[in-house]
C-alpha cells in the first residue's frame, strides 16, 4: 500500500465514524431540561438615610438592617388538616 492509499483509508474511516455518531446521536433523546425551584425571597434588608445637621451643617447617616427570619412561605408551613406546624 502506498503512502496516498493508506492517507485515503484513515480519511475514509474518520468520516465513518462522524457519520455513524451523527445518526447515532441523532437517534438518542435527549433529557428534558432541569426545572430549577423559585430562588427564595429576599431575607436581608439594607436601607440607609443621610440627613444634615440644620445647626452645624453636620451629615449623618442612618443605617438600618433588617433579617428576616422568613424561611419559608406560609401555604409550605401548614400541614394536611389545615392547621400551622409548631
Known amino acids: 500500500m502506498t503512502r496516498r492509499q493508506i492517507g485515503l483509508l484513515v480519511f475514509a474511516v474518520v468520516l465513518l465514524h ?3 455518531f451523527w445518526l447515532l446521536g441523532g437517534a438518542i433523546r435527549t433529557l428534558p431540561p432541569r426545572r430549577f425551584p ?3 425571597q429576599d431575607t ?3 436601607r440607609e438615610t443621610n440627613f444634615v445637621h440644620p445647626d452645624t451643617g453636620e451629615t449623618m447617616v442612618y443605617r438600618e438592617i433588617r433579617v428576616s427570619t422568613k ?3 406560609p401555604d409550605a408551613l401548614m400541614t394536611e388538616s389545615g392547621s400551622p406546624t409548631k
Do not use: D, K, N, Q
Request: no cysteine; aromatic share 0%; hydrophobic share 65%.
Open 18 to 20: 462522524i457519520g455513524a
Open 38 to 40: 423559585a430562588p427564595p
Open 44 to 46: 436581608l434588608r439594607v
Open 71 to 73: 424561611l419559608a412561605l
